[in-house]
C-alpha cells in the first residue's frame, strides 16, 4: 500500500525487555514523527527526522527511548529495559515537508506496547 | 498550562444539530492550524486545514482567531457518522514548530 506503515501492531513483552518499533514512512516524505498516545488524551511528540537527520528528540521521556532513521526512510522506535508506564499506542506519522512548514501528517496504525 | 487545549466534552448532540469545539494555543507566533479526527480504535486523519481568513468545507467550518489565540471548529447539520474525537493541531512556535496535538474533544450524535 502507499500509506505510512508500523510494525507490530501489537507488541506485548515483560519489565525489562527491549522493544524496536518499526514505521515504514510514504516513500517522498521528508519529515518522519513519532508520537505516543495515551486513551483519551491527544498524540504527544516524541521525535521527529528530516531524511536522516534526528531534528528535535525533546520529547523522548528519558535515555531508555532512542529512535534512527538511518537511510533516510524506514525508522525504528527503541525503548530499552521497558518499563509498565511505556505501554501505550506509539504513532508514526510522515509529511511531504518538516517544520516550519509541516502540512498534513499522515499516520500508520500504530503499534500498541502493552509491558506486563 | 498546557500549550495546545481543548475541551474534552463529551458533547453528546441530536441529529442535525450545530455544534463548536474551540481549541486554545499557547504562543501567539504559532504557524498552521489543522483539525484532525480520530475515529476510536483508529489513526487520526486531517480533517481540514485552518486559514487566518476562516475556510468552510461543506458542512464544516473553521476559524482563527489570532489575537485571542484559539481557532474554532463548526458543524452544522450533524450526522451520527460525524461521532468521533475531534483534536486540534497548531505548529507551535517555541516548539521548533512541531506539530502539537490538543488532547481532542470527543463528539457523540445521536438519533
Known amino acids: 500500500g502507499a500509506g505510512v506503515s508500523q510494525s507490530p501492531r501489537y507488541k506485548v513483552t515483560k519489565r525489562g525487555q527491549d522493544v524496536a518499533l518499526r514505521c515504514d514512512p510514504i516513500s517522498g516524505h521528508v519529515s518522519l514523527y513519532w508520537y505516543r498516545q495515551a486513551l483519551g488524551q491527544g498524540p504527544e511528540f516524541l521525535t521527529y527526522?528530516?531524511?536522516?537527520?534526528?531534528?528535535?528528540k525533546s520529547g523522548l521521556p528519558n535515555d531508555r527511548f532512542s529512535a534512527e532513521r538511518p537511510e533516510g526512510s524506514i525508522s525504528t522506535l527503541t525503548i530499552q529495559r521497558t518499563e509498565q508506564r511505556d505501554s501505550a499506542m506509539y504513532r508514526c506519522a510522515s509529511s511531504l515537508d518538516g517544520p516550519p512548514d509541516t502540512g498534513e501528517l499522515f499516520f500508520g496504525e500504530g503499534s500498541r506496547l502493552t509491558v506486563l | 498550562r498546557k500549550e495546545v487545549e481543548q475541551d474534552p466534552g463529551p458533547f453528546n448532540v441530536p441529529e442535525g444539530a450545530t455544534v463548536a469545539f474551540n481549541c486554545t494555543y499557547s504562543?501567539?507566533?504559532?504557524?498552521?492550524f489543522f483539525w484532525y479526527r480520530q475515529d476510536c480504535r483508529k489513526e487520526p486523519k486531517l480533517l481540514m486545514s485552518?486559514?487566518?481568513s476562516g475556510n468552510e468545507d461543506g458542512r464544516f467550518t473553521a476559524q482563527l482567531n489570532r489575537a485571542s489565540q484559539y481557532i474554532s471548529l463548526l458543524i452544522r447539520d450533524s450526522k451520527l457518522s460525524d461521532s468521533a474525537t475531534y483534536l486540534c493541531?497548531?505548529?507551535?512556535?517555541?516548539?521548533?514548530?512541531?506539530?502539537?496535538f490538543g488532547r481532542g474533544t470527543s463528539l457523540i450524535v445521536h438519533p
Open positions: 527526522f528530516n531524511y536522516e537527520a534526528q531534528q528535535d
Open positions: 485552518v486559514y487566518s
Open positions: 504562543n501567539s507566533a504559532s504557524q498552521s
Open positions: 493541531v497548531v505548529n507551535l512556535a517555541g516548539g521548533s514548530y512541531i506539530p502539537t
